[in-house]
């Protein structure tokens, strides 16, 4: 069209050209050369763009979901890097060729599949399962590491006012109005004002689950503000010296309470858990000392270090013990007029310029679910994100329930619990998780396992149960200590795909105890190596899956019976 419209263009210009000649020879004027006519060559044609590979355009675009997912990693977003790797996976498993059937993509996604299991496992070497990534430092880290000494002191305007307040309000610790309290209140009020706010907002949701059981254990509910300064009520908080959770619970006292740690879960970060065992530290405090702000101070330095300051000074009153630096150190002189401000203002927020916050629990139920249930698939099935599940239970370790439970109850969202019963009582056991095992062969031990395996050794005695020198027998199955990487959940969270996760999650000698598992059939696979890859017999496969003969079929599922389920049969 576009040459069309140039042709004719031309020919207006010749028509123009003689109708001036005409006109100058009217007018006297010398006649013009006429121009030749302009020759209008056809405009070449673009070269047609190379033909684009979809399968190089398909890797390429799992390649950048992967380098996303690397960056958040290091980045420190466990979840984003998850998701993103997820994508990755994703894109190549739902991809018209499908990641088996080209061998370009099949390549591709099992090199995909070692990069980020190994990525994740760096990552969970590092840390506390995925608790350690989601942690958050504690706030009483912060709060201590500031001086009050470098602020003036108190206004006779902030002293008159919190005196007005402490007549008005009641009360069931003792609140001196000393100079030392008031300059806190004057902080948190100014410089503090973030942490003590965040924690006002965050402790909405646990303040009257706190408040009801120490009602009930007969403590001062002034105390259910301690946390307000230990963790800013966040339960996945851990500080410096490796206290954790709400009530900032250091490992063996939290033992001595009555929470549990292990490599599947530790009870300090569960609010509720943590809350019963806090309640049952200050009641043993308090007839240590018969006085609440030395059971405070001792909650913060240890009840045997204060006992011993309290036996050098003569003292036994924290206020006159705490006048010299002498006997306790500067953050458990400081711990027990922070947290005394802390409740001041706690009581009465709009007095002091603080909001008023009203409870936000999430509405949750509890459900019992066997062991060894992995929470993403938890996740699914009441259709949120992982990290819901997980933050309605911060005392999980891993991404899956504990394995030596008879069950477990489970936190979910409300509206859920009946949907997640049924689907786990129509899926196969097999499908619930996408753990790795180990059958331990004569001669090998928790060290050669560990170094064969690439896994902490301790790891792999907690995740066990077992001591670093316990001894294993020949046939004894021990959990591999490391957690399924996207990649493996991402292929057995159809249940048709059992095959992919026994093939990357164990090798023949290390194939699961269920009665049997379903393997697709791929390129080369034959029944003799299938039956010697599964220690079984060819007459069995053929049975199980009433073949005629000994082709099979590319893409075909074919179920395998397990040594256990075979020698079932045997017997």
């Not at 263009?9 to 006429?34: I, M, Q, Y």
């Not at 466990?78 to 990755?88: D, G, P, Q, V």
């Not at 009441?382 to 911060?394: E, K, M, S, T």
Request: aromatic letters at 6%; a neutral charge.
């Amino acid at each position: 069209m576009k040459q069309q419209f140039r042709l004719l263009g031309a020919v207006v210009v010749v028509a123009s050209a003689s109708l001036a000649c005409s006109s100058a020879k009217v007018a006297g004027v010398a006649e013009l050369t006429p121009q030749p006519p302009v020759v209008i060559t056809p405009a070449q044609s673009a070269p047609a763009p190379p033909a684009v590979d979809p399968v190089l355009e398909l890797l390429a675009g799992a390649d950048r979901h992967f380098e996303e997912g690397r960056n958040e990693l290091t980045l420190g977003h466990l979840s984003r890097a998850k998701t993103a790797f997820n994508e990755a996976l994703e894109l190549l498993l739902e991809s018209p060729q499908g990641a088996r059937s080209d061998p370009r993509v099949k390549e591709h996604f099992d090199r995909l599949v070692d990069r980020i299991a190994a990525l994740e496992l760096t990552a969970l070497a590092t840390g506390d399962g995925f608790t350690e990534h989601t942690a958050e430092p504690a706030s009483i880290d912060e709060l201590l590491a500031i001086t009050t000494f470098d602020t003036a002191a108190p206004t006779a305007a902030t002293a008159q006012h919190v005196q007005a307040d402490l007549e008005r309000t009641e009360h069931d610790i003792p609140i001196p109005l000393n100079e030392r309290v008031l300059r806190y209140v004057e902080l948190f009020q100014g410089r503090l004002r973030e942490y003590l706010a965040a924690g006002l907002q965050r402790g909405a949701q646990y303040l009257p689950m706190i408040q009801d059981v120490f009602r009930a254990e007969g403590l001062p509910l002034d105390l259910a503000y301690v946390p307000l300064i230990e963790s800013a009520f966040k339960p996945t908080a851990l500080s410096r010296a490796k206290a954790k959770g709400v009530w900032q619970f250091m490992p063996a006292t939290g033992r001595e309470q009555g929470l549990e740690q292990n490599w599947f879960i530790d009870e300090r970060s569960d609010p509720a858990k943590a809350t019963v065992a806090a309640a049952k530290y200050f009641k043993t405090l308090h007839r240590i000392f018969d006085d609440w702000h030395l059971a405070m101070a001792s909650y913060n330095g240890g009840p045997g270090r204060v006992q011993r300051a309290v036996k050098r000074s003569g003292r036994d009153d924290f206020w006159t013990l705490t006048e010299t630096s002498k006997y306790l150190p500067r953050e458990t002189r400081d711990y027990v007029p922070m947290i005394l401000a802390a409740v001041i203002i706690a009581k009465n927020p709009t007095q002091y310029g603080f909001d008023v916050i009203q409870s936000t629990a999430p509405s949750v139920e509890t459900v019992k679910v066997p062991p060894a249930v992995d929470l993403r698939r938890v996740a699914e099935w009441a259709g949120v994100a992982g990290d819901d599940i997980q933050q309605l239970n911060p005392e999980l370790r891993r991404w899956t329930t504990p394995i030596r439970v008879s069950s477990y109850e489970l936190k979910v969202p409300a509206g859920t619990a009946d949907i997640i019963r049924d689907r786990i009582e129509d899926a196969r056991p097999n499908t619930l998780n996408a753990l790795q095992w180990h059958i331990v062969k004569r001669g090998e031990t928790l060290a050669t396992i560990a170094r064969k395996l690439r896994v902490s050794r301790t790891d792999l005695a907690e995740a066990n149960f077992l001591r670093m020198t316990s001894k294993v027998a020949a046939g004894q199955k021990l959990l591999i200590p490391r957690m399924p990487s996207a990649a493996l959940l991402a292929r057995a969270s159809s249940d048709t795909a059992v095959d992919t996760l026994v093939e990357e999650s164990t090798s023949s000698e290390e194939l699961p105890e269920e009665s049997s598992v379903v393997y697709r059939v791929k390129s080369g696979d034959t029944l003799f190596g299938l039956a010697k890859r599964y220690r079984t017999t060819v007459e069995k496969l053929k049975a199980l899956n009433r073949l005629a003969g000994n082709s099979l079929k590319v893409g075909a599922r074919l179920l395998i019976s397990s040594p256990r389920s075979a020698n079932n049969q045997q017997q």
